[in-house]
């Protein structure tokens, strides 16, 4: 697999990461940050290490489920391996300006408002 073919790889599987909300939060889990790492390679194996919100978060075990079903069945992947680890531990921090300003976090409210 070239650098073009792993690098077309990422794009599709980001966007279908995309597509993936955390259910408590309004936001895919692409943009919420909580995917840390995509690796893949020669052979179309990828790799993610991925977080959650919180250790005791009720998708902990069901997230990272989802993340290798729906990556698994995209074309060209060979197999994939999802990962969970706390460190670092995810923060609202972690957003993109956009959704900040989507879920209202410029506009006077806190980061830990946010938290549960």
């Known amino acids: 697999m070239t650098e073009e073919d792993k690098n077309t790889l990422k ?5 279908v990461l995309s597509g993936i909300y955390d259910p408590e939060i309004p936001v895919d889990i692409y943009k919420l940050g909580l995917i840390y790492e995509i690796n893949i390679d020669d052979e179309g ?12 978060c ?10 290798k079903e729906k990556v698994s069945a995209i074309m060209g992947v060979k197999s994939c391996d999802v990962e969970l680890t ?3 531990a995810w923060s609202p921090n972690s957003l993109s ?5 989507e879920l209202g976090l410029d506009m006077g409210f806190g ?6």
């Open 58 to 67: 009720p998708v902990a075990d069901y997230l990272p489920t989802v993340v």
């Open 86 to 88: 706390f460190e670092p």
């Open 11 to 15: 794009e599709r599987v980001i966007s």
């Open 97 to 101: 300006e956009e959704v900040r300003e």
């Open 45 to 56: 194996s990828v790799s993610i290490l991925m977080t959650v919100t919180a250790p005791n």
């Open 111 to 116: 980061l830990g408002d946010m938290m549960y």
